[in-house]
């Protein structure tokens, strides 16, 4: 089955403590993204990639890493997390960035809570 | 950049025909689309439409596209509580993203 599978599905941590949300997708797609949604603001992109070892800043890429060493997996790593990334993230896929059709796919988010 | 713009609510009975609107800034969008959030879940495509086109119909579901006044609308007929949900529109950006409103809350009343 096609699918984006995020992992974890809800975390609450601590300030300051590092942690990683990975993120799968099996549909050989070339970009990813990452979003983040917050109520009244919709949602917000905080990186992308194009394709393995190419990725970009998007609208809210503070406090947040991502890397692309495989096709398949783009991880969120935040470094020293702060109470306002407390947030619903999803991370998303599509054949190729920049095309006609540019479907994406979502995982079922990650609800983060940073104390 | 393509801003996209939608009201935040609305809120129809069953069996009414919904209309959730949405405007654009960014004409060079080859493609619009609307997804659809079920409460606790990501963001599934509900339908699309091409640029050239005026309108399109998919069972309940009608899009219609004003090129000129960069408006777009889903229209849902017989609406049911099943429909519930967060509509979000998008249209691509430059950098091959999507750009996403904000989202409307779809609520259906018995």
């Known amino acids: 089955e096609a699918q984006v599978t995020q992992n974890p599905r809800y975390l609450i941590t601590v300030t300051g403590k590092k942690l990683t949300v990975t993120c799968s997708q099996n549909m050989n797609h070339e970009y990813m993204s990452w979003y983040r949604q917050d109520p009244g603001l919709g949602l917000r992109q905080i990186y992308y990639s194009m394709n393995v070892e190419v990725t970009d800043k998007g609208d809210v890429p503070e406090g947040y890493k991502v890397s692309r060493k495989e096709k398949r997996n783009f991880p969120l790593i935040l470094e020293s997390p702060s109470p306002n990334q407390t947030s619903l993230y999803f991370c998303a896929s599509s054949l190729n960035g920049i095309g006609a059709k540019n479907i994406q796919y979502f995982g079922a988010g990650t609800r983060l809570s940073v104390l | 950049g393509e801003d996209v713009e939608q009201s935040l609510f609305l809120s129809v009975r069953e069996g009414d025909s919904s209309v959730i609107n949405c405007t654009y800034t960014?004409?060079?969008?080859?493609?619009l689309y609307w997804y659809k959030q079920e409460p606790g879940a990501g963001l599934q495509l509900l339908t699309y439409i091409f640029s050239n086109m005026d309108m399109k119909q998919d069972q309940r579901l009608t899009v219609l596209l004003n090129k000129k006044d960069k408006h777009l609308s889903l229209r849902i007929a017989d609406t049911q509580t099943g429909d519930s949900a967060i509509y979000f529109c998008a249209g691509g950006g430059s950098q091959g993203n999507l750009i996403f409103g904000k989202g409307t809350k779809l609520s259906v009343k018995p």
């Open positions: 960014d004409s060079s969008s080859t493609y």
